[in-house]
């Protein structure tokens, strides 16, 4: 159980376009979500909360205009890159939690697999 | 803020041998959690252990156990007969409850097992 996906999982896109990355729980639903980033060797860096039904809450110093999160359902969290550059390219990993477990269990983070994203 | 701090960037160990990763933290607060996360090279995030903050008794999962020194807000990850599997980057990670829910990483431990 408690199984994250996301998609894709890597992806070349052009300077100036747009891309979306999908998170998705397969078997529990989640109202929190969660967007890191991660550059090769170093730890994850918190982007964004996704909550669903409402705003994302994001975190010092991220562009919510370049980096677009949206919570439509109870299992699905999307993440846009408009207007890519270069300097995007990076390792994105989203997680999401199981509240509906019990004690401690709640607090877990699952993780997707990440989505490697180059701009060229 | 809740700091993390992993003090060692890198280990080895010998297959079958024992390994211990440090990790400390800095947080006012008496109601948390901990937790140890594995990165292996594929970069799957994977939970090996947590650790409820209220709780005295150290958390083991099989091979892997903690020493959680509340006082001294130490968190260190005991891996027991290491196995080649366990090559991957370890991160320590603390969580307060209602704030969020946010997860605050150290900086990781790549180990490296041995053949």
């Known amino acids: 159980g408690a199984v994250v996906s996301q998609h894709p999982s890597r992806v070349i896109c052009k300077s100036g376009t747009s891309v979306k990355i999908e998170c998705r729980s397969l078997?529990?639903?989640?109202?929190?979500m969660f967007w890191y980033r991660q550059f090769p060797k170093k730890s994850l860096m918190l982007m964004a909360t996704s909550n669903e039904g409402s705003k994302a809450t994001y975190e010092q110093g991220v562009e919510k205009d370049k980096f677009l999160i949206n919570h439509a359902s109870l299992t699905l969290s999307t993440l846009t890159v408009t207007s890519a550059h270069p300097e995007d390219s990076s390792f994105y990993i989203c997680?999401?939690?199981?509240?509906?477990?019990?004690?401690?269990?709640?607090?877990?983070?699952?993780f997707g697999p990440g989505t490697r994203l180059t701009v060229t | 803020a809740q700091t993390v701090t992993q003090s060692q960037p890198e280990m080895s160990v010998q297959e079958a041998e024992t390994v211990t990763l440090s990790c400390t933290y800095d947080?006012?607060?008496?109601?948390?959690?901990l937790f140890w996360y594995k990165q292996p090279p594929s970069r799957q995030m994977i939970l090996v252990i947590r650790q409820e903050a209220y709780k005295q008794q150290n958390a083991t999962e099989n091979r892997f156990s903690v020493n959680f020194q509340k006082a001294a807000k130490s968190f260190s990850l005991k891996i027991s007969d290491s196995q080649l599997g366990d090559t991957a980057m370890y991160f320590c990670a603390f969580m307060k409850p209602g704030y969020g829910n946010k997860l605050v990483f150290g900086a990781g431990t790549i180990l490296r097992v041995k053949s």
């Open positions: 078997d529990f639903q989640a109202t929190t």
């Open positions: 947080t006012s607060e008496n109601n948390y959690y």
């Open positions: 997680s999401a939690r199981d509240q509906t477990s019990k004690g401690g269990g709640a607090y877990e983070q699952y």
